[in-house]
């Protein structure tokens, strides 16, 4: 017999009653029910309910075990009375009868407990990671994850796809969020930079001739922690074609992401109807460019109705350039208690709060209420009604100025609105492709820079940068949503370096800078590159979707805290005196 189990903690069942087996494993839970101590042994694969009587030859070392140690036990395999099964577990209706036990690894009293799902706080739990992990549900999101990748990689290979390893250590790159930069010992005073993207790498394995790349990529970037972004580092499927346009590439990508779903979607519906939104249309209808279609709210510009209305507030805000009303429908919200809630809502996010009308029943016909329906009078009121569909018990909400300003409220409160009153779908994912990115975007002091991936092909190649205002100039540029996050990012990619330049040039580079930046690719484009694009799929986001978490933290074996901590193995940390020195670097102390 094998020195630590015969079988796993999973295995057992019937057939194997009379039988002598070991296992090992750790002590999920301790029960004494009358002088006979009953144990849930547990490991990787499963529990199995292990006993001993005082008639057991090492009952007093198994009064001696505790949660969490491990052990291995020798024992006879019996069948449970069949009042006593547990149709939970695969091995329910057997149990073991401890004959010999030994302490493998005891535990000390344990800062958090495995067994059950007791909510303690994060930072305890990522402390002792290692812990949180043998929870079931948290153990089960990182087996999901494993197989999400498998299941990727397959398809991948499966499209006849060729999967290469790109460097670690690489070159700074505006990939729109900051380096993580490596200090180099043999050149003093220069630094590598850690990958945000294997961006130019992949790009340079088209101009080899590879045609079909994909990549289960680590990326890295310094940014600021949210729930669904690590502030680190994260894992994509990273995927670039040759001779490709957009379509190719939404052909190619959509049956692995949506055949992944499907797989591990379990009772979910997965809507395999993709639309096309372009950015624009997004940020209209529905306030975001990853919109949740689960929910059917669409946003309508209603400006005609407010311009030299009674409504003062919105009358004079649309005499300035530029500026719009907006309507946020509300089918079934029709009621001030409603309207309430949800100018108070508003008023969280930073704004006075959000005008409404809603539209209720008097007996003797429909009524328009609400401050802004006295103010503008029933003609007007009507004419929004039936602009936006809405009928007796429904209301509808109102935003305006410049549309930047207020768009991101605006989504958020749609998609509070879809939510409370019960309107967005559950238990489905809907995707959709967002196309026709602008290539460029404005800063508050005037400064165009790239608003998506600066390698992207702009639609209308040189002459569209050559001739059009900038910000009015589209890239071939696409993200795939899904339930409000975009899993998928990627373009056709500019491979023509007079295009490039040109491109870089509007955005602020001169030559000399994006030869100095980029001129590994630009060398590479010189000597005959291919028309390609490709995307990246965020499988961190996927995965949390699948799992059902709210926090991409519950999908990461070791994440990090939300203030960039690794408090399990104490990073970041001070350099030593004599690294410094190696790398010819002094820290210099920040004021407190």
Not at 150 to 164: A, N, P
Not at 534 to 547: E, H, N, S
């Amino acid at each position: 017999m094998h020195i630590y189990r015969s079988q796993t903690c999973a295995d057992l069942t019937k057939a194997n009653v009379g039988q002598n087996v070991r296992l090992s494993g750790w002590v999920h839970r301790v029960r004494d029910h009358g002088g006979i101590l009953f144990i849930d042994l547990r490991d990787h694969y499963g529990v199995t309910q292990v006993l001993a009587d005082p008639d057991s030859p090492v009952f007093e070392q198994v009064e001696k075990v505790r949660s969490e140690w491990v052990i291995r036990i020798d024992g006879e395999v019996k069948a449970r009375d069949e009042g006593l099964v547990n149709s939970n577990i695969p091995t329910g209706a057997v149990e073991v009868f401890i004959r010999d036990i030994e302490v493998l690894g005891a535990a000390e009293e344990l800062p958090l407990p495995v067994f059950g799902d007791l909510d303690y706080p994060e930072e305890t739990r990522l402390k002792y990671r290692y812990l949180d992990l043998r929870r079931e549900k948290l153990h089960n999101n990182i087996m999901l994850r494993s197989k999400v990748v498998q299941d990727l990689r397959q398809r991948m290979w499966d499209k006849d796809f060729t999967e290469f390893q790109t460097p670690i250590i690489t070159a700074s790159s505006p990939e729109g969020a900051r380096d993580f930069l490596v200090p180099s010992r043999l050149h003093p005073g220069k630094f590598y930079a850690l990958p945000q993207a294997p961006q130019q790498f992949k790009q340079m394995i088209m101009v080899a001739g590879f045609d079909k790349y994909f990549q289960i990529a680590p990326c890295f970037r310094d940014e600021d922690p949210r729930a669904d972004r690590s502030p680190t580092d994260f894992y994509q499927l990273d995927v670039e074609m040759s001779f490709v346009e957009q379509e190719d590439v939404f052909a190619t990508i959509e049956p692995v992401i949506l055949g992944c779903f499907e797989r591990f979607a379990g009772e979910r519906k997965v809507i395999k109807d993709i639309p096309r939104i372009p950015y624009a249309e997004a940020l209209l209808k529905y306030g975001s460019d990853k919109p949740d279609l689960r929910n059917p709210i669409e946003m309508q510009v209603v400006s005609e109705h407010f311009a030299g209305s009674g409504f003062a507030i919105f009358a004079k805000l649309l005499e300035q350039e530029g500026t719009e009303i907006r309507a946020i429908p509300a089918p079934k919200g029709g009621s001030r208690k409603f309207c309430d809630r949800m100018n108070k809502f508003a008023q969280g996010e930073g704004l006075p709060g959000m005008g409404y009308i809603f539209w209720r029943d008097q007996g003797e016909g429909m009524e328009a209420a609400g401050p802004l329906a006295k103010n503008i009078g029933p003609e007007r009121t009507e004419a929004i009604r039936q602009q936006l569909g809405l009928g007796v018990g429904d209301a509808a909400f109102f935003l305006g100025g410049k549309p930047e300003a207020f768009e991101g409220v605006a989504g958020r409160a749609r998609n509070v609105i879809g939510n409370e009153l019960g309107l967005s779908e559950t238990d489905t994912f809907r995707f959709a492709w967002i196309v026709d990115f602008p290539m460029y975007e404005q800063d508050d002091d005037g400064r165009l820079d790239f608003s998506h991936n600066p390698f992207s092909m702009p639609q209308g190649g040189l002459e569209a940068l050559e001739s059009h205002d900038p910000l009015h100039v589209l890239g071939y540029q696409y993200d795939l949503a899904c339930n409000g996050y975009e899993l998928v990012s990627g373009a056709i990619r500019n491979h023509k370096p007079e295009i490039m330049f040109k491109a870089f040039e509007l955005a602020g580079y001169p030559p000399e800078e994006v030869e100095k930046r980029f001129g590994g690719m630009l060398n590479a484009f010189r000597y005959g590159a291919p028309p390609h694009g490709g995307c990246a799929a965020g499988i961190d986001r996927m995965v949390m979707l699948l799992a059902d978490e709210a926090n991409i933290r519950e999908v990461i074996m070791f994440p990090m805290n939300q203030r960039a901590e690794d408090l399990m193995l104490g990073g970041p940390s001070e350099p030593t005196n004599e690294q410094l020195r190696e790398l010819g670097l002094r820290v210099i102390p920040q004021d407190k």
